[in-house]
């Protein structure tokens, strides 16, 4: 068995890197400020979720001008099988749909003015793979784990030759997550010279209302008590193009990092950008970086997992369901403090035919401490592709393992995914599958609850029309 565990350990590792990256890059970015238009449409289909089977009807329409858009979208779910035991309202809904402020805000899928890049750009909606900066405070952040819980996020970039700011917030009812990167560009207000390629940046990141303490309310009752702790982290960072040639870019970076009453930490790191002659858009990007850290320090803190891992970080190591441990507890607490400095390394591949193709993947490794602050391996692999063929069939897969073996023995936490795959018959109608990873928190009495791992499956038909 231990055999088989190392053998697919290796071929994942090799997938990684053969295969390519769930990275800083979005392949819909390049082609998205050419869509213009206004969509209507309507979606029905079964989902199943955990042991329960639901119908689900969508109502959505999207509004896409030359800087300007938005997307509305109405969604409306009934139970057909509750082996689960879902609250409902008229025995046939969902309660937790219509229960909370966030469910109506997200009748709003999106808005936007502008596009990432712009000298200004404002965007307001779900957070997919959100990044700022090289991502080393938060990176590869995702707002849709938790089952029942839409977030609509903001971004917000103000980008010039001399100067620019990116401001990010998880949600907005309310934010959890807040904060910004600033940078300068010292030598461009001097005069236009290679000196300009030098990038100067701050940061500042908190989780307002991040949890120090989870119990169980008392009395034989349901639900939690939390209290509540300012977390924050600052960081300052400095980046230099090297080279910025017809086909090929390089830029090195270096990161430091402070987490307040925590630890230390700096990255050391290169992007390097690769594009092929030809009528064909196609590129190669890749980042390698080396990581130098203290022993209660966290790369990319606001990760990909960290909706869930601020409440319940590492499963429940040796807590009890009464008193999880959090994740800004575990540092606090846990990670070793006073203990040597220790390390890691990030690599990515990214291979990208605009419009048509993109394959990816990352490959982490840190040295990270455990509750009793010893030393053990911590892996993370990330692996995404995007495809378009024949003007008919898009493929959309992203897989996440957050920690392949504490002490590198075996998987130990669930993987983050989502998929999809969509048939267009013709302009109006389509068929698509979809699958997708979730996190549903159970609450008992006395008890502090705990997450369950869902697995959510749809398959159904669409309809639209575009002017």
Avoid at 82 to 93: E, G, M, R, V
Avoid at 304 to 321: A, C, H, M, V
Avoid at 371 to 390: H, P, R, S, V
Wanted: net charge negative.
């Amino acid at each position: 068995m231990k055999n088989m565990r190392r053998i697919f350990l290796f071929f994942l590792i090799l997938a990684s890197f053969s295969a390519a990256a769930a990275v800083d890059f979005d392949p819909n970015e390049a082609y998205g400020r050419f869509r213009k238009g206004i969509s209507f449409g309507g979606a029905l289909f079964p989902s199943y979720q955990g042991s329960s089977l639901l119908l689900e009807l969508d109502l959505y329409g999207s509004f896409e001008f030359s800087s300007l858009g938005f997307g509305v979208g109405l969604p409306v779910r009934f139970i057909l099988r509750n082996d689960d035991d879902i609250p409902t309202t008229a025995k046939i809904f969902p309660k937790e749909d219509w229960d909370d402020a966030r469910d109506w805000v997200s009748i709003l899928n999106y808005f936007h003015y502008g596009h990432s890049g712009d000298m200004f750009y404002f965007y307001f909606g779900e957070q997919k793979n959100r990044y700022v900066g090289n991502g080393s405070i938060v990176g590869a952040y995702f707002g849709d784990l938790r089952l029942y819980h839409p977030q609509r996020g903001v971004n917000l970039e103000i980008n010039t030759d001399y100067a620019g700011l990116d401001f990010f917030m998880d949600d907005v009812t309310p934010p959890n997550v807040i904060g910004g990167r600033i940078y300068v560009k010292p030598i461009s207000f001097m005069k236009e010279s290679y000196g300009n390629n030098l990038e100067i940046g701050a940061s500042y990141f908190a989780d307002i209302f991040s949890p120090d303490q989870i119990t169980g309310k008392t009395d034989n009752d349901y639900g939690r008590e939390i209290t509540d702790s300012n977390f924050q982290i600052f960081g300052f960072d400095i980046s230099f193009r090297l080279f910025a040639m017809k086909y090929y870019q390089l830029t090195l970076y270096s990161d430091m990092n402070k987490i307040v009453d925590a630890g230390f930490g700096m990255h050391f790191g290169a992007k390097h950008k690769l594009m092929f002659p030809g009528s064909t858009d196609i590129q190669i990007l890749s980042r390698w970086e080396a990581r130098a850290m203290e022993a209660d320090y966290v790369p990319s803190y606001f990760n990909t997992f960290y909706d869930i891992e601020r409440e319940y970080y590492k499963g429940q190591g040796r807590s009890t369901l009464a008193t999880p441990t959090t994740k800004s507890q575990y540092l606090m607490s846990y990670a070793g403090r006073g203990k040597d400095w220790t390390g890691g390394y990030y690599l990515d591949l990214v291979f990208d035919i605009t419009g048509t193709f993109s394959i990816g993947g990352s490959f982490e490794h840190n040295k990270l401490y455990n509750y009793e602050a010893k030393k053990y391996n911590n892996y993370q692999i990330n692996i995404f592709t995007d495809m378009f063929f024949f003007d008919s069939l898009a493929i959309d897969f992203l897989m996440t393992f957050q920690s392949l073996g504490e002490e590198g023995r075996m998987l130990r936490n669930r993987p983050y995914y989502r998929a999809s795959i969509t048939y267009y018959l013709n302009r109006y109608f389509s068929l698509g599958a979809s699958a997708a990873s979730k996190w549903y928190l159970v609450e008992d009495r006395d008890y502090a609850g705990s997450y369950s791992y869902f697995n959510c499956f749809s398959i159904g038909g669409f309809a639209g029309v575009r002017f």
